[in-house]
Structures are given as C-alpha cells and as structure tokens.
C-alpha cells in the first residue's frame, strides 16, 4: 500500500472520515467526517478562530447564509468568470479538466493512448438549487466560496459594530463546487468548508502590499506551529495569467503531498474589486473622507489542512502507527484505562480519574484488550498521553503519564493531573 491508501484506510478504519452515503454506493466528491474527525476539524477550526478571531481587536467574525440572492453572483463575476476548462473523451464521454495533462494522460491508457478529445470549454463551478413551492421555481446558487457574505455585509458589520479601517471580517463555513474531477481523498470535493479572513484597508499600494507581506508570513507560521514540518510547506505565487479575476496579487500556500506540491491556502489582494463591484464605500468617520476600501484575503481549506495536518503526522515505527499530531488540535487530550479489565477495584478508580478530567478535557475510555495494544490504538489515532491507574494508585494515589511521541512514562499525583494536562495544552 503507498501513503496514501493507509491514510484512507486509517481514516475509515478509526472514524476519521468515510465516504458520503456509503450504503448507498457513495456520491463522488462528499465525505462524512466520523467521532475522531469531527474532533479534529472542529479543532483546527477553534484554533483558527482563536488566533485570527479572539486574539486580535481588529477582526470581528460573520456567519453568513449558504444561499444568497443570485444578484450577488451576477455582481462579484461568478455567473461568468468562476469556470474551469472541461474537455470530454469521445470515447466514452468522461469529462475532465482540461488543466490537468496528468489526468489526461492517465485517462488515455484506458484507451491505450488513443483518446480523442474534444474542443476545450469552459464550465462554470456554480451549484444551481431551485427555491419556491410553485412553478417556476427561483433560480439560486449554493456558494462557491464564502466570500462574497463578508462583502455584502459589510455596511450591516460597520453600521451595527465598532471597527473601522483597517479592520477584518473572519468567517468559517460550506462552499460548494460542481467540480469536474473530484479526487484525491478529500482535497477536491464537491462540498468543502473554508475559513476566511477579510481584511480591508486604506486603497494604497505600501499599506496594502505591507499587509499582504504580513499575512502570508502569519499564515504559513500559523500552519507550522501546529505541527506540520517547514520542510513540507511553500510559497508559490500565481503568474498575472493565472490569477482570478479579482486578484492584483496572489500567493498560494502548498503542502508537499503524496501527490504532489498542491495549495491549501491562498492569500489574495482582491483590490477595490468586490466592494466597487456591490457599489460599496467606507466614510472614515474622523477624516469624513469617502473611499473603496481594499481588500487582502487569507483563504484556506479546513478539509484540505484537515488532510494535510494527517498526512503530515502520520509515522509508521517498528511496532506502531503513530500520528503526531499537535496536542491542540488531537482529536482526544488524554486516554484513561485500568490496567487490567477485569480488576473492579481498578476498573472503578480509573473511572473516577476519567470523569474527573472528563470536566476539562476530551478523554477516551478503554478497557480492551492488553495495556500495550491499549497504548497503540490510542497512539494510532493522535491522543498525545495515557493515563493508566494501576495497584500503586490504589495505594498512594498516583497515576502512570504515557507521552505518545517518546513512549516514555512519569508518576503523577491524581490531585495534579488536570493541572499537568492543563500546562502541557498551554
């Protein structure tokens, strides 16, 4: 098996993630995150809006709808730049991005190298949903990206809050895209979650381009202070062809994959595009001088750091899978076990120790098996420490610490564990 077939079969086996609606022969391009899963995105994003949200007095945050009037997407250029290049085999009528010459060519040796392609064109990425209870229904769009809420809330944000420029508005939640070729675990799927920060400034090239310069060194830091290895991460900037159509600037931050250098961040000078395009304006309150404010955008992918923050822990040793994965962002803190099962006196005090950490962390409970296999299945799904009640907590109330990464052991006082954990998470 390569990499990434054991990163897959893991993430089933262990409730990371399984394919969307499996019973029923899946859907290409969703997936369902499991109970470790769950955990572990709604980690990264706590912990994302903890450092670009509750850290900062000058970011506030948004929740916007899934589905907005279509005239948004009429304005921001979705309805006719938000598109790919399609080209369909004549042969047995697939169709792929017209983008991806690897795909291509793997696609022609199922027609050993003779596949006919036809004319490229564009598709538009937009998911159509029809609203209403009569015919005919309202045409609308699920998102392509979460953009476009911050930017039509942006005087309801300025109106009913306290910031002004500069300022950002953050925002986590679900686009989707009617992608052409879903693939690659998770990174290209249909139904995807961003976390965004917008962030506006004053309509000047040295203000904007300082700005941009800070957040793609914010953001690339932020990545490998959560675990994932500098040697892994890159900066590779759009050439102006391959820009979006509201970038004047555009960096993307790549992970070194199983499959390749691929970009799960992206930070953007989007310009005066998308509030002029809304017909939006901002009155600086102390100077009364009227402006379209700028913006630089950091955009990343929770599913594609989710996967990439994976991929990066994952460690096969001699006897153990393990995933290193930061303590902050673990699925579980802490695993509590009795040392033997079938020990009552031992079974109830380690139980007494899990509820009393349960108040403060996310603890797993297990009493199967032998303590070594006990340590391994909680090493192979990221919990950075076990926490063992053997015979001598029965008599001087202290507990056996097990780090994940160095397997090594410590004697802790169960009157100090929460505040061993609670040092250790700082």
């Not at 850290?55 to 009037?69: E, L, P, T």
């Not at 941009?212 to 759009?238: P, Q, V």
């Not at 199967?368 to 391994?376: A, E, M, S």
Request: net charge negative.
């Amino acid at each position: 098996m390569d990499v990434m077939e054991k990163i897959v079969s893991l993430c089933k086996r262990r409730g990371f993630i399984y394919p969307g609606s499996e019973i029923y022969g899946g859907l290409t391009g969703f997936w369902d995150y499991g109970p470790l899963g769950v955990e572990l995105k709604n980690n990264i994003k706590r912990q994302w809006w903890k450092d670009m949200v509750y850290s900062r007095d000058d970011v506030v945050g948004i929740d916007a709808a899934i589905i907005m009037n279509p005239e948004v997407w009429k304005a921001s250029g979705h309805l006719e730049a938000f598109t790919d290049p399609l080209v369909e085999c004549k042969a047995c009528h697939k169709r792929f991005r017209a983008d991806q010459p690897e795909v291509l060519k793997k696609h022609e040796t199922e027609h050993h190298g003779k596949a006919d392609w036809t004319k490229q064109v564009t598709f538009n990425l937009m998911t159509e949903v029809f609203l209403g209870v009569t015919e005919p229904k309202q045409k609308a769009y699920l998102r392509g990206e979460i953009t476009q809420g911050v930017f039509v809330n942006f005087q309801n944000v300025i109106n009913s809050s306290r910031v002004k420029i500069p300022f950002g508005i953050a925002q986590i939640g679900k686009a989707f895209r009617n992608e052409i070729t879903p693939g690659n675990f998770t990174f290209r799927s249909r139904e995807f979650e961003q976390m965004e920060l917008e962030y506006f400034v004053k309509p000047s090239d040295d203000d904007s381009l300082a700005t941009f310069e800070s957040l793609k060194e914010m953001r690339i830091n932020w990545y490998s202070g959560l675990g994932i290895s500098t040697k892994n991460l890159r900066f590779r900037d759009h050439e102006p062809e391959e820009r979006a159509h509201y970038a004047r600037q555009a960096t993307d931050i790549e992970y070194n994959s199983p499959f390749g250098w691929k970009e799960f961040e992206g930070i953007h000078h989007r310009g005066d595009w998308d509030l002029s395009r809304h017909k939006l304006s901002y009155k600086d309150p102390e100077s009364g001088e009227n402006y379209t404010p700028w913006v630089i955008e950091t955009s990343g992918g929770v599913d594609r750091a989710t996967l990439f923050f994976i991929i990066d822990s994952f460690r096969e040793e001699e006897k153990r899978v393990v995933l290193k994965l930061d303590s902050k962002i673990a699925p579980y803190k802490v695993a509590v076990f009795p040392l033997l099962a079938n020990k009552d006196k031992l079974v109830d005090k380690a139980r007494g120790i899990y509820e009393l950490l349960k108040r403060d962390f996310v603890v797993a409970w297990d009493t199967r098996g032998n303590i070594g296999k006990r340590y391994f299945a909680q090493d192979e799904i990221g919990t950075p420490w076990c926490v063992t009640a053997d015979f001598e907590t029965l008599d001087k109330d202290s507990v056996t610490v097990r780090d994940r990464d160095t397997a090594t052991q410590e004697r802790v006082s169960i009157d100090k564990l929460s505040d061993y954990f609670h040092n250790k998470l700082v």
